[in-house]
């Protein structure tokens, strides 16, 4: 007996969501409360099939049943092999589902700034600000996934995952954060919580069967599915989180238009920090393109090819051509306060204010204050990694300590006007979450001169009463320096 299988997918985004198709859909100006567009099948269905892709089990065949592709097709006629005809033929296999068109429901539209890093300098680029909208925390995304199955049965020879279990496999890759949708993901983009699976099932067994199905299939309700195997799910068995828990003791500045101090009655302007949700933040952008710079200067350590240190932080990092293998996300600030200073009645502003200089003259410039927030407080920053290899044979996982290191031990500071002593971040320990497993704890060094020389030139040694660190470090290390020189 034939069966049309329908689930109904309700998701909640637990970050923001960038779609490069809203700005030429409508006009970004023009949203109203409760605004609804769509998100097209084939970018659900994209992602649905690149989870699939990467999981741990060889899931080709099942990938070909029911979404289809292209198969290769090897001619067994030996007068044809030594032939040109020979080569490997493709057949193209149509998919066994259908993915509706998703749609999104939000409240508003947000904007985002960030700024280009330079990865030679570890510095902003001028004149490389850029700004782009997002869907905020909280938008609904709703789709529906159909195929025609044989009762109780997977779709296709030799395949035994059912199409009931392929959903479920589908929700959990939503539930543990390996599938995300639309763009900016390496920037922590695109994670939706399963709030609610619904299915309905039309059975044709008979002529009644199907007229029931042509003329009445929109009266019949979905039926919830229970969502406690999500639990199961809870882990993500690929993953493997750093973090480095902080603060900004002299306070942290980016060179952003806050209009929330700004006065266009006094034509005062001033620069600080984003805000969303009325909490500072540092973007995603701007700690990755931190990372990428003394991830650089390391593989310079022990290349000499610029195409090569080039080549590897696309590999790390992504690039036009490539999906990198880090994710970041947002830094935000907890407990934060502004930089205050006392000033004469008839100064109103408390906030910091800077004199430009005439770098010819060395005098300062007429009407050129600056007028800065800068802010004090406590954050974390949070880097994943995707891979499923133990902990000690990742050639990345040993970069990427390294530089969480330099910059908890307020040797590489965060932000802008670095020079006058901010942005500087202190944290205790590097702690390593392993797959969910093992949590490992790596100390920081202090930011005294010689030790900075320490972690600088022989940045694996300094681990007092740590053995096992200091063994997975040595061989993260030698992991490291295989995968830049090439070597198996």
Not at 290 to 300: C, K, T
């Amino acid at each position: 007996m034939i069966e049309k299988i329908i689930y109904s997918f309700t998701l909640v985004a637990k970050s923001p969501l960038s779609f490069g198709s809203l700005e030429s859909e409508i006009d970004m100006d023009l949203i109203n409360t409760d605004t609804k567009i769509k998100v097209s099948g084939n970018s659900i269905g994209g992602a649905l099939r690149e989870y699939l892709k990467g999981d741990e089990a060889d899931k080709k065949e099942i990938i070909l049943a029911y979404m289809g592709g292209e198969e290769p097709q090897s001619s067994n006629n030996s007068q044809q092999k030594d032939s040109d005809d020979s080569q490997s033929k493709v057949k193209f296999i149509e998919s066994s589902i259908y993915i509706s068109d998703g749609k999104l429901t939000f409240a508003s539209v947000k904007e985002k700034e960030g700024t280009s890093i330079n990865s030679e300098t570890g510095t902003a680029t001028k004149h490389q600000k850029y700004k782009f909208k997002y869907l905020p925390r909280g938008t609904k995304l709703t789709f529906t996934i159909e195929c025609d199955v044989e009762s109780g049965k997977p779709v296709g020879k030799n395949i035994e995952v059912t199409f009931d279990e392929l959903v479920k496999d589908w929700a959990a890759g939503f539930h543990k954060g390996e599938i995300r949708l639309g763009g900016e993901k390496s920037n922590g983009f695109g994670l939706l919580n399963v709030v609610s699976l619904e299915k309905k099932v039309f059975s044709f067994n008979d002529v009644k069967a199907i007229e029931e199905y042509i003329f009445h299939r929109e009266e019949k309700q979905f039926e919830k599915v229970d969502l406690a195997f999500l639990s199961a799910n809870n882990e993500n068995n690929s993953t493997i989180a750093f973090t480095l828990s902080g603060s900004f003791p002299y306070g942290v500045y980016q060179a952003f238009y806050d209009k929330s101090l700004s006065s266009k009655e006094d034509k005062v302007k001033v620069t600080g920090l984003q805000k969303e949700d009325n909490q500072y933040y540092i973007p995603a952008t701007s700690i990755k393109g931190l990372l990428r710079h003394e991830v650089s200067l390391l593989l310079q350590k022990i290349s000499n090819s610029k195409d090569k240190v080039n080549a590897k932080c696309a590999e790390l990092f992504g690039d036009t051509d490539q999906q990198g293998r880090l994710r970041f996300t947002d830094v935000f600030i907890e407990n934060s306060e502004q930089m205050r200073i006392e000033r004469e009645a008839k100064d109103s502003s408390t906030l910091p204010i800077y004199i430009k200089i005439d770098r010819l003259t060395g005098g300062t410039l007429n009407n050129a204050l600056k007028h800065q927030n800068e802010v004090f407080g406590d954050a974390e920053i949070n880097i994943e990694l995707k891979d499923k290899r133990p902990l000690e044979y990742i050639p990345y996982v040993f970069p990427i300590v390294y530089a969480l290191r330099r910059i908890g031990s307020g040797k590489v500071p965060i932000g802008g006007r670095t020079v006058i002593g901010l942005g500087e971040f202190h944290a205790h320990k590097t702690m390593i979450n392993n797959k969910g497993e093992k949590k490992l704890e790596i100390p920081n060094l202090s930011n005294s001169k010689e030790l900075d020389e320490h972690l600088v030139n022989q940045p694996i040694e300094y681990l007092p009463d740590k053995p096992d660190v200091l063994q997975l470090l040595e061989k993260s290390f030698q992991s490291f320096e295989r995968w830049v020189n090439d070597e198996t």
